[in-house]
């Protein structure tokens, strides 16, 4: 005699019930049934990682230091507009930027080759002259736009410089190699550098444009990668860095106005206390639930 398995009977023949993958079918059940065996597996918060407010803290110095950078480039802006930095002064800040940054990627950079320093240089060299060839042009750019607009439009693009800007650095794949940076990161820096042109074109003359967005350029493309070959050496040392650019520019800023002084003060703090303390109060409402209903995640491990 055959004994049939009727839906919802409390049979003793009944089959028991077992997960199936994509929505099998199973004699006797129905398809969303589920019994206690089904959260055996969960997992809760499993890949919640529990942060320290002071390695927070820490961390987030490196976007002090370069909002520091950035504010002492708009430093420079401003007082070679009221003509207080002469062409001579400049340009010799641009020799001893050069410098310094290649004498410090020699101390802290890793598999750095005489070979790959001196293809640096050469393509710093063209790039100088081809920059010194445009001067003229970028001088008379904004020859028929109001100055009020010059102003206006620079600070929308620095703002805009820095709510894109990859602040957690390039990263170095081989000697001489980045990875492709990404497209915000491309946004941050042509934002840059077209602000570094409206500035040069209010310049009065060609050797003052050259000076000024070659110091701009050098510290929009180079700085991130000297930063990033600091902090990876030591850390100690990029926070000594960090703190005296920021002893710097506090100090530059109160130079120029206390208000701003105040402000940009304000803004560190902000930065270096009040959101890493956001973030560490707002972990106790991570929830996150894990168990074998989660999607496949495919590892394709490929060999040469």
Known sequence: ????????????????????????????????????SFLEDMIMNANVVRRNFLRVMLDSVSISE???????????WT??????????SLLLLDVSLLGLGFFIL?????????NLLLSYLLKISFFITGLYLLSPIYQT????????????????LIILHLFLHDYSGPTVKAP??????????????????????????????RLHVFAIVLFSLQVFLFAPLVTYCVRKYSFRLHLFLSFSLMCLT???????????????????????????????????YKFEINGPWDEAKLCFNITE
């Open 1 to 36: 005699m055959e004994i049939r398995t009727i839906k919802g009977s409390s049979s003793p023949h009944r089959p028991k019930w077992r997960k199936i993958a994509y929505g099998g079918m199973q004699p006797g059940f129905e398809d969303n049934h589920t019994d206690e």
């Open 66 to 76: 370069y909002l520091c950078i950035v504010a002492l480039v708009v430093l420079v």
């Open 79 to 88: 007082y070679t507009l009221r003509s207080t930095f002469a062409e001579d």
């Open 106 to 114: 020699l101390l802290t950079a890793e598999m750095l080759s005489f």
């Open 141 to 156: 750019l904004t020859r028929s736009i109001s100055s009020d607009s010059i102003w206006a439009l620079t600070a929308a």
């Open 176 to 205: 001489g190699t980045v990875e492709n940076p990404t497209f915000t990161s491309n946004i941050s820096l042509n934002a840059s550098i077209v602000a570094s042109l409206l500035i040069a074109s209010r310049l009065p003359s």
């Open 250 to 284: 506090l100090f530059f800023i109160h130079s120029l106005h206390r208000l701003l002084f105040v402000l940009f003060f304000v803004i560190l703090a902000f930065v270096n206390v009040v959101c890493p303390y956001w973030l560490i109060r707002i972990q106790k």
